[in-house]
Antibody, heavy 121, light 109 residues
Framework: QVQLQESGPGLVKPSQTLSLTCTVSGGSISSGDYYWSWIRQPPGKGLEWIGYIYYSGSTYYNPSLKSRVTISVDTSKNQFSLKLSSVTAADTAVYYC?????????????WGQGTLVTVSS | QSALTQPRSVSGSPGQSVTISCTGTSSDVGGYNYVSWYQQHPGKAPKLMIYDVSKRPSGVPDRFSGSKSGNTASLTISGLQAEDEADYYCCSYAGSHVVFGGGTKLTVL
């Protein structure tokens, strides 16, 4: 059974770059059947899709975040990562990673437990 | 892109049925049969309840059903139970990207 686990700093200063990693266990990130995605949720608010990546490195990003987002994959470590630059308080959120079925965009399953990132000086 | 439009809250008594709507445009909900629904309890990660408009993953009770008409998708929960009280989010493919609804809080009275 595939499991995902987010990791990274819980506090980032304004204007700096937020960096998170998602470690996949119980399955290979190099499986051609899935994309791997990041989604966030500000406290008390709704979900926002950030983007996803295929094991080959192909990426798709939320148009509203595209200028600040980079998602990358490390197949040797079975991990994928998120970098969000020039962060502000509005980027404070719980960040989730999730698996997406190829050919089924929007089918996010399973999800990691989420990690809270606070942007504050 | 704009979030899909959902009612902020709905409520129902145990045993009743409730329907949550999700309104988009012809560029997302109306243009693709890739609408999914997620249930989220407080402090927990979202859980997939419906995908491809009306399909249920293994383990999801058949009390949960999905449908779509034009630019509006709907999630219906029949035979409401106390444990159904949660936030529900719709999600749609929008051509190379994905958009979520703003979420609906379901209260079981």
């Amino acid at each position: 059974q595939v499991q995902l686990q987010e990791s990274g700093p819980g506090l980032v200063k304004p204007s700096q770059t937020l960096s998170l990693t998602c470690t996949v266990s119980g399955g290979s990130i190099s499986s051609g059947d899935y994309y791997w995605s990041w989604i966030r949720q500000p406290p008390g608010k709704g979900l926002e899709w950030i983007g996803y990546i295929y094991y080959s490195g192909s990426t798709y990003y939320n148009p509203s975040l595209k200028s600040r987002v980079t998602i990358s994959v490390d197949t040797s470590k079975n991990q994928f990562s998120l970098k969000l630059s020039s962060v502000t308080a509005a980027d404070t959120a719980v960040y989730y990673c999730a698996r997406v079925f190829l050919g089924r965009p929007g089918w996010f399953d399973p999800w990691g437990q989420g990690t809270l990132v606070t942007v504050s000086s | 892109q704009s979030a899909l439009t959902q009612p902020r809250s709905v409520s129902g008594s145990p045993g009743q049925s409730v329907t949550i709507s999700c309104t988009g445009t012809s560029s997302d909900v109306g243009g693709y049969n890739y609408v999914s629904w997620y249930q989220q309890h407080p402090g927990k990660a979202p859980k997939l309840m419906i995908y491809d408009v009306s399909k249920r993953p293994s383990g999801v009770p058949d009390r949960f059903s999905g449908s779509k008409s034009g630019n509006t998708a709907s999630l219906t929960i029949s035979g409401l139970q106390a444990e159904d009280e949660a936030d529900y989010y719709c999600c749609s493919y929008a051509g190379s990207h994905v958009v979520f609804g703003g979420g609906t809080k379901l209260t079981v009275l």
